[in-house]
């Protein structure tokens, strides 16, 4: 190989991973623009209920949200609890989707960012549950140096502390992680002890447009929405009547 073509393919290489660093479709302004803030996600399947969606096709699905008035989606990339796959933001993006697009798996080294990053998403979920501070502090500084942001997710009480790490929004999962029973009291009774500056999303279990309205009026800006839509026979559909209800 000559010097010349040499050269042309490291600086190529350059601009590749330019590309990789630089800032995606921000999640967070999203959900500070919109009025609905519905997060609608791709989820086959969960561990406590089995297959939702066995033959969901990322390369349909996605898209299908960002026609029926998403603010912004997610997508499980767990293959072996959620039948997920890295690929399926891949397939998405091909298909035309130019939403944010949150990684939604269980992160829990640096590895998995650069996956997320390369694979076309724009933010990451990282879990307090998962992570000691410290590891979660790294992780949200990795994740930034990438030009992800980090929606990190909290469950209890004592897991608030992590918000002193300041990601780009903080989300409360209304599902015990554990028990996987959810309710989305957890969301109300966390909120007020939240910044209040902080962008909040409120995740699981929500399938009532009159939840959102009323999670809403608590401050939320952001509702992540899988099941509920997952499990019908048209999930884009399902979001475009959920949104005509708000």
């Not at 066995?54 to 699905?61: F, L, M, N, Q, V």
Request: with cysteine; proline share 3%.
């Amino acid at each position: 190989m000559s010097k010349d073509i040499l050269q042309k393919i490291i600086a190529h290489k350059r601009i590749e991973l330019e590309a990789l660093r630089a800032k995606k479709p921000s999640l967070r302004q999203a959900l500070l623009q919109s009025e609905t803030g519905i997060i609608a996600e791709f989820k086959r399947r969960s561990p406590s209920k089995g297959w939702i969606k066995e033959e969901g096709r990322a390369d349909t699905i996605p898209l299908s949200y960002q026609q029926n008035g998403a603010t912004a989606l997610s997508i499980l990339t767990d293959e072996h609890y959620f039948g997920g796959h890295d690929d399926f933001i891949r397939m998405a993006r091909q298909s035309g989707v130019s939403l944010p697009v949150l990684y939604k798996n269980f992160v829990i080294d640096e590895a998995q960012l650069y996956a997320a990053a390369l694979c076309g998403a724009s933010a990451v979920l990282l879990i307090a549950a998962c992570l000691t501070k410290s590891e979660c502090r790294q992780l949200i500084d990795k994740a930034h140096a990438l030009g992800l942001e980090v929606l990190l997710e909290m469950h209890s009480k004592q897991e608030l502390e992590y918000a002193e790490l300041e990601p780009d929004m903080c989300g409360i999962n209304n599902r015990n992680l554990g028990s996987f029973i959810t309710d989305t009291e957890i969301s109300f009774r966390l909120a007020e002890l939240l910044p209040k500056e902080v962008v909040k999303v409120s995740e699981s279990g929500i399938s009532d447009p009159q939840t959102v309205r009323k999670l809403r009026e608590a401050g939320f800006r952001g509702f992540l929405i899988g099941e509920c839509f997952m499990k019908t026979a048209d999930p884009g559909q399902a979001l475009r009547n959920f949104i005509s209800m708000l």
